[in-house]
């Protein structure tokens, strides 16, 4: 991106949460706290002041299926920035004393994402809804699971998954890519391949309603359906169906639940996506009283949808406003950076925006009603519900709104 002065470059390991076995749930995360702490040649405070003293942004990230380690900065200070990444990525040294301060960082951020409701009942709707699938485990882990990793297991772990096959580096911006590629065969090239193989098959969907009573001011809800995965073929129709439904202000729940009703402050859909499964959902924050109202509704939408799909109007704005989104995301280095490892870890490829435009704009109103048609079946959903309804439960009557169609 010759235009720009900065330049983004990641790690990424297609490695996450999806692979640890359920006593192990965490360590994945944990590793990338860890890796952080210190090295052979840095201690951990040498490697904030050395990032800091270009101005750039050192950090990472740990999801289901990936976990990405990346800085931003000047161009001019990238290849300083590779070799910090390597050495962190390659030559930690995982300190007990370390290990032991970390741990009670992990469980400061497991506290805080249980105090935040509206981030914490995503936790619990994959908990419930893929039970028994490492999937549903949650990428922090838990309080015992954190407690009881230790250094022997980061370090085996770390040396059957961080292999050269599940390892790609990616980079965007004001980038020299010979010089890069130089730099990375010279820093990287030694990393072993041939790690533990992985037999991974998709969950299936546990049909539930969960009331998760916790004394909050509102009720915060999710709702879920099967969904797709990344890369199947109607994930088109997926991203248009769930922009008209729940992607903006115009979007079908915002303007019936909280511009004509006023119950919401917050009403959104969401698609869930992995290598081979996925779902479809639903989140909002409302007042007790007002819980069977907002579902109602809500699944009143989809129920519509599935049988007469989108008006012309609201398919073609969908579509505008997904290329838009798009577009306006390239225009920075650390998105551009993002964008290329996905494609990378889910098709092999990287895939031009202008196929991308296309394949958005080939999307018919027949393929949105097969699609919400075979997602939003009652007998194939779930709720859970966090918050206090003084006494009262939800069952399953509430999904009679998708029965009557």
């Known amino acids: 991106m010759p235009q720009m002065v900065s330049a983004t470059i990641g790690i990424w ?9 359920t006593q192990e749930n965490g360590v994945s995360h944990f590793i990338e706290h860890l890796l952080f702490k210190g090295t052979k040649r840095r201690t951990a405070a040498q490697i904030a002041e050395e990032i800091d003293a270009v101005g750039g942004v050192l950090n990472a990230f740990t999801g289901k299926e990936y976990t990405c380690y990346y800085a931003k900065v000047l161009g001019e200070d990238v290849r300083m920035t590779t070799e910090l990444l390597a050495d962190l990525f390659l030559e930690s040294v995982f300190a007990p004393e370390e ?24 936790d619990l709707f994959n908990i419930h809804f893929w039970q028994g699938h490492p999937l549903a485990l949650p990428i922090f882990g838990s309080v015992d699971t954190v407690n009881a990793i230790n250094r022997n297991l980061m370090v085996s772990f770390m040396g059957d998954r961080y292999r050269a096959e599940r390892i790609l580096i990616a980079a965007a911006g004001a980038v020299d890519h010979e010089r890069l590629v130089a730099d990375c065969e010279r820093l990287f090239g030694t990393i072993p391949g ?12 546990q049909v539930m309603v969960i009331n998760h009573r916790k004394k909050l001011e509102q009720a915060h809800l999710c709702i879920g359906g099967p ?3 990344q890369v199947a073929p109607l ?45 479809f959902g639903i989140y909002a924050g409302t007042s007790p009283e007002w819980v069977d109202e907002v579902i109602e509704v809500s699944l009143t939408e989809l129920a519509k949808v599935a049988r007469q799909g989108l008006r012309n109007e609201e398919l ?3 579509k505008s406003q997904l290329k838009g989104n798009m577009l306006l995301g390239m225009e920075s280095t650390d998105s551009r950076m993002n964008r290329l490892a996905r494609n990378e870890i889910y098709f092999r490829r990287d895939i031009p925006l202008e196929e991308i435009a296309r394949e958005i704009e080939a999307v018919t109103n027949e393929q949105v009603i097969e699609l919400a048609s075979s997602c939003f079946k009652p007998e194939r959903m779930g709720l859970v519900m966090l918050g206090d309804l003084k006494g009262r439960e939800l069952g399953p009557e509430v999904f009679e709104p998708l029965a009557r169609g």
């Open 194 to 205: 041939d790690g533990r193989s992985t037999e991974i098959k998709p969950p299936r969907e």
């Open 316 to 318: 073609a704005r969908a």
């Open 13 to 21: 390991v297609e490695n996450g949460s999806r692979y640890e076995e």
């Open 227 to 229: 969904g797709l995965s």
């Open 235 to 279: 994930r088109y129709a997926a991203y248009l169906l769930n922009t008209a439904l729940g992607g903006g202000m115009s979007s079908r729940l915002f303007q019936e639940v909280r511009e004509k009703r006023g119950r919401v402050y917050s009403i959104y859909s969401f698609l869930s996506a992995f290598l081979d499964c996925g779902y």
């Open 99 to 122: 290990i032991d301060r970390e741990r009670q960082v992990v469980l400061q951020e497991i506290s805080q994402a249980e105090d935040t409701p509206d981030d914490f009942i995503h």
